[in-house]
């Protein structure tokens, strides 16, 4: 970085720091909380740390706001400046029920590091993920316990991906020690069908959410795709929560009844003119 800005920026949680990117600029937010090894160039500098991007151009200068630790500015050769919110990363797992818009769910002291990517199983019974700290880790989502787990999948310390394709049966994407792509399947005795067209899900669910979280499963109803794809959902009714409810139909009141003395004092006006 030749230019006279700020290379990086620092609050009392996070530091920032511009990084180089390919197709547009970058930098990268790091927590105050932990200490971590990074490489601010290549390919091990994107693989040990997500990096902020959307600038087309270089990434020119950063700073925080200082009247909050979580929002961030940076300003790009694009002729660009953008506002971000950081809130870095907790490796927490929140399970919603968008429906009543709560998280019912917080697993948040079961990984140690940042959290590559997460797969329900076929039936919604178990969560897969995997992490930064080498491990698979099966989860029960209900209980917010660890089925099981396993150690490096992939001897690379770059990221790992990790998806149920059946029931008990995983596929995996890393890398060697030498940074050579690599893909396992991790007990595939039944991993490959017959049928060009397998049946795939539905968009019809097999549970609802508040079923669910009180401890129902069902696997998905599945439509098959070999005659193509015809839309064949039935409406259902939509439940409405009466708590919700009567909390809107008393904002609506409050706001008639303010429209209403707005009207009177807008006619009280008219008049005296």
Not at 21 to 33: K, M, Q, T, Y
Not at 127 to 137: H, V
Not at 202 to 214: L, N, Q, T
Request: aromatic letters at 6%; charged letters at 25%.
């Amino acid at each position: 970085m030749t230019w006279d800005s700020n290379f990086c920026t620092v609050n009392p949680k996070f530091v920032a720091m511009i990084v180089d990117a390919s197709g547009g600029g970058a930098f990268i937010v790091l927590p105050l909380s932990k200490v971590v090894s990074i490489r601010l160039t290549g390919h091990e500098r994107s693989a040990s740390w997500p990096t902020v991007c959307g600038h087309t151009g270089p990434v020119l200068d950063i700073e925080w706001c200082p009247h909050n630790d979580n929002i961030i500015a940076s300003g790009s050769e694009d002729c660009s400046v953008m506002v971000r919110r950081c809130n870095g990363c907790d490796n927490v797992v929140i399970l919603w029920n968008v429906a009543r818009g709560e998280a019912v769910v917080r697993l948040d002291s079961v990984h140690t590091d940042l959290i590559y990517s997460a797969c329900w199983n076929n039936n919604g019974s178990k969560i897969l993920t995997s992490c930064k700290d080498k491990k698979l880790r099966v989860l029960d989502p209900r209980k917010g316990t660890v089925i099981t787990e396993t150690d490096k999948p992939h001897e690379g310390s770059r990221p790992v991906r990790a998806v149920f394709v059946s029931e008990e049966k995983i596929l995996t994407t890393g890398f060697s020690r030498m940074s050579e792509r690599q893909v396992a399947l991790w007990d595939t005795s039944d991993l490959f069908q017959e049928d060009l067209y397998p049946d795939t899900f539905g968009p019809e669910p097999s549970v609802e959410a508040d079923d669910w979280f009180s401890g129902k499963e069902g696997k998905p109803i599945l439509i098959s795709l070999k005659d193509g794809f015809t839309a064949t959902t039935k409406n259902k009714e939509f439940k409405v929560i009466k708590s919700l409810m009567s909390t809107t139909s008393k904002e609506v009141k409050d706001l008639r009844d303010m429209m209403e003395q707005l009207m009177e004092r807008v006619n009280e006006l008219e008049s005296k003119n």
